[in-house]
């Protein structure tokens, strides 16, 4: 069936509601979540452990290079991965084959040889920029265009993300540290290869997306056929990407404070967190699953929050600053801790909790409202474009983050995290400085 107005019609044989089809990309979705998380629990671990350890033995510095090379690439795959999509393969094919292709990456890591390591990072970004940004738009494609459901399907697809990504440090990271790396990255690929099985057998779920997405493509290649290029940017939509140019910046910062999880934080949980509670022992990479933790509690919250507040909801460039204020207020908790550490101290595990608490909250702040704002001040006719560049934002605040892991070990780490927290603070009373001017180039837009 197809969907003809607002919330009245269309496939309602899935989920609460929603179309069949998007528990087969919300599993899809998982599963690929749970190998690309269970695997950077591991990976600055991994390089950073010793041979005798079954470890790579490289340096801080070097282990922090190339996992911000790595997490650069993986959101910056997002860009030609939709272009083969949309030229070449199709949504669907683009999926199945990154899936493919992430799962032979990280079978590639379960292999004790170097070449195989570098084959891996390589085959998982490839594979990712393939899978990524192609399922999002399949999950779109679910929906008519005026169809009520869409965010709502969106939120349920965000949790199956989430749950991925908290399952798999417990899993993936439990294997890799209390077993052997390479087993905690094979389990890795286990998970996705279960997620592209349940993905092929629920394909007769998405076929009506798949119709919708390929009528789109025909229609597209149509009208390009014989139109001349479109007018300029109107001053109006210059000053409106100025202002997603202005987003863009505090995004980078926000992204480079933040993605440390996966690299200085992990090594601060793994080297100096007291990692017992009440006598129990646990792997350190089970801090990687908190951050998800936090999402799935505190989302609904939020989303109830804006709503409630109604016409005193804050307008977006004032929820960006409170993301840049809150990532920096839990890497300004962490000084004290990181002063306490580097005195051969095993810091509490609830300084890191907290941390990631506040991180979390900085999160739910900007991040969906990045995406939502992009698609509301990009001109139209370039709205894709755009928002394969605001991928971008992450790519680069993954590898300044990575940069700034590398000075782990060569500075005391109350200054490393306290520069940290005093650039993305600085950060936010700039932008609140600059909020009156972004929301003139915003042009009314909230």
């Not at 090379?69 to 795959?77: D, E, L």
């Amino acid at each position: 069936m197809t969907a003809t107005t607002g919330d009245t019609a269309g496939d309602r044989s899935g989920w609460a509601g929603h179309p069949r089809g998007l528990s087969t990309l919300f599993f899809t979705e998982m599963w690929e979540r749970f190998s690309y998380y269970g695997m950077r629990a591991l990976l600055i671990l991994y390089m950073t452990a010793p041979i005798t350890a079954n470890g790579l033995g490289f340096d801080t510095a070097r282990a922090a290079s190339i996992y911000g090379w790595y997490t650069f690439g993986v959101y910056a795959a997002a860009i030609p991965g939709g272009w083969v999509a949309d030229r070449f393969l199709g949504q669907y094919r683009s999926v199945f084959w990154g899936g493919v292709i992430i799962a032979l990456g990280h079978f590639s890591l379960a292999i004790a040889a170097l070449p195989f390591f570098y084959l891996g990072l390589a085959l998982i970004v490839a594979g990712t920029g393939l899978l990524k940004p192609n399922v999002s738009t399949m999950v779109g494609s679910l929906y008519q265009q005026n169809d009520a459901r869409r965010d709502a399907g969106f939120s349920i697809f965000y949790m199956g993300i989430n749950i991925g990504a908290g399952v798999a440090p417990l899993v993936v990271g439990t294997l890799g540290q209390r077993v052997d790396w390479h087993v905690g990255f094979a389990a890795a690929g286990v998970g996705m290869v279960l997620g592209l099985i349940q993905y092929v057998l629920g394909k007769k779920r998405l076929q009506p997306a798949l119709t919708r997405l390929d009528q789109a493509a025909r229609a597209g290649e149509a009208g390009r056929v014989g139109v001349a290029e479109p007018p300029g940017f109107t001053a109006k939509e210059w000053k409106r990407i100025g202002a997603i140019g202005v987003f863009f910046v505090a995004a980078i910062l926000f992204w480079g404070a933040f993605e440390q999880a996966g690299s200085s934080l992990n090594l601060f949980a793994d080297r100096m967190t007291r990692l017992t509670v009440l006598g129990w022992s646990f792997p350190s990479t089970w801090f990687q699953s908190l951050n998800s933790a936090f999402l799935i509690a505190l989302a609904p919250v939020f989303a109830w929050l804006w709503v409630s507040l109604g016409q005193r909801e804050p307008t977006s460039p004032v929820k960006f600053t409170l993301g840049l204020l809150f990532v920096g207020l839990g890497f300004l908790l962490l000084v004290p801790a990181a002063s306490m550490a580097q005195q051969g101290v095993l810091v509490s595990p609830l300084w890191l909790t907290g941390v990631y608490l506040l991180h979390t909250i900085g999160e739910l702040c900007l991040s969906p409202v990045g995406l939502s704002v992009v698609t509301k001040l990009a001109p139209g006719r370039i709205v894709g474009l755009m928002m394969g560049v605001w991928f971008l934002a992450t790519a680069f605040g993954n590898k300044l983050g990575g940069w700034v892991a590398g000075f782990f070990d060569t500075l005391p780490l109350p200054m490393l995290f306290g520069a940290v927290a005093a650039t993305t603070i600085a950060s936010a009373l700039v932008l609140l400085a600059l909020v009156r001017p972004v929301k003139k180039l915003m042009g009314g837009v909230h």
